[in-house]
Structures are given as C-alpha cells and as structure tokens.
C-alpha cells in the first residue's frame, strides 16, 4: 500500500526557514515524479513544486522560486523542501504528492499524504 | 485568484446529476492538456477521480466522469449520494506559467 507521510511543518517567524519531510513506503519514490502541494487557509490547492523521475529537474511555482529547494533522498525514500525567506503567505498545509502521467505536462497526483501545516507569523 | 475557474458551490438532491464546470484560457486546458479532477472529503486529503480529461483510476464508481471542449472541462456526477459531498478541484498544465495549476475548488452540497 502506498502510504506518504508529512512531517517537519510548525511555527516560524518570517524570514526564518523550515524542512519539510515526506516519508515514501509501498513505493519507490525514485520511479515516480513527487510534487508539494499547499493549501492556505481557506484557499484552493496550490502546485508549489516537483522534481522528476530522473532527478535531474526541478520545477517550482513563480512565488516560491529561489526561496525554496525539492530534493529527495532514494536511500530514505524521503522526499523534502526546504524553505527559506518564508512569508506570511506561505502559511498552508503542505501536501506531498505521488506524481503520474506520460510527460511533465500532463502530471497528475495518484497519491497524497495527511499534510503537515507550516504557519509564518511573528 | 487562480488560474482554472470553478463555481464556489453546486447543489443538488440524492439521486439527481450534477456538473461542475473548470474554464481555463488557451496556455491551459484550451491548449490541449490534460484536465485532472480530485475529491476532497471533509478532514481528508485529495483523492485522484478524473485523470487525463475522463479516465476513472481504478475503485472510482462510473457514477464520476468527465469530459473536456475548448477552453473548459467538467466533472459530471450521476445519481448523486449523500457521500458525494466534498470539495472538487480541477488541475491542468499551464504553459505560460510552466507549471501545474488548480481550480479555486467546488463545494458540492447534497441536499
């Protein structure tokens, strides 16, 4: 059974930095396209980021660029963001996301974790 | 606001057929990508119903399809059941953007 599982989100001031974390089992996340997806406090969803099955591209949404980093560890089957400068707005409950589909621009998102809420406020 | 248009809320009652429409422009789904839907149960995380403009995953009841002309696409539900309630959100590519994009979400409510 494919299971995600978020970790890492919490209160941070701005400006300061946070890791998140998403544990892979019942898969190799390696084999797979995984993407971050947020969701604001009462907003809709919102793709922040995705690295490929290769590794070798990442993709980010225009807000986050520069400021936040995809990596994944195949060892720890563990995908991660890290997120610096971190602003109000990115206040959200962050989303790990199993990618599909035949090329980037048709991605889809097969399976998702619980989330783990990231809260950006002095 | 986002980039995939969907109407706040729909309603309808048990039984009845219901359609939640996702308007994109010509760098989305009027370009020809693939339109993906996802139901957010209440408390849960989304659930893959649509991928590819109107194929079920497997487990996802024939009830669920969609379909896609131009710059829109839609999610149909037959024979709507009280389980049905949730939030819809449709997902395309985005050219201009180069990237994944969202609709703002459908709540449907079963009356």
């Known amino acids: 059974e494919v299971q995600l599982l978020e970790s890492g989100g919490g209160l941070v001031q701005p400006g300061g930095s946070l890791r998140l974390s998403c544990a892979a089992s019942g898969f190799s996340l390696s084999n797979y396209a995984m993407n971050w997806v947020r969701q604001a406090p009462g907003k809709g969803l919102e793709w922040v980021s995705g690295i490929s099955v290769s590794g070798d591209n990442t993709y980010y949404t225009n807000s986050v660029k520069g400021r936040f980093t995809i990596s994944r560890d195949s060892s720890k089957n563990t995908l991660y963001l890290q997120m610096n400068s971190l602003r109000a707005e990115d206040t959200a409950v962050y989303y790990c996301?199993?990618?599909?589909?035949?090329?980037?621009?048709?991605?889809?998102?097969?399976?998702w974790g619980q989330g783990t809420l990231v809260t950006v406020s002095s | 606001q986002s980039v995939l248009t969907q109407p706040p809320s729909v309603s309808g009652a048990p039984g009845q057929r219901v359609t939640i429409s996702c308007t994109g422009s010509s760098s989305n789904i009027g370009a020809g990508y693939d339109v993906h839907w996802y139901q957010r149960l209440p408390g849960t995380a989304p659930k893959l119903l649509i991928y590819g403009d109107s194929n079920r995953p497997s487990g996802v009841a024939d009830r669920f399809s969609g379909s896609k002309s131009g710059t829109s696409a839609s999610l149909a539900i037959s024979g709507l059941q009280a389980e049905d309630e949730a939030d819809y959100y449709c997902?395309?590519?985005?050219?201009?953007?180069?990237?994944?994009?969202f609709g703002g979400g459908t709540k449907l409510t079963v009356l």
């Open positions: 996301a199993k990618g599909r589909g035949s090329r980037w621009t048709a991605l889809y998102f097969d399976s």
């Open positions: 997902q395309s590519y985005d050219s201009r953007l180069s990237g994944s994009v």
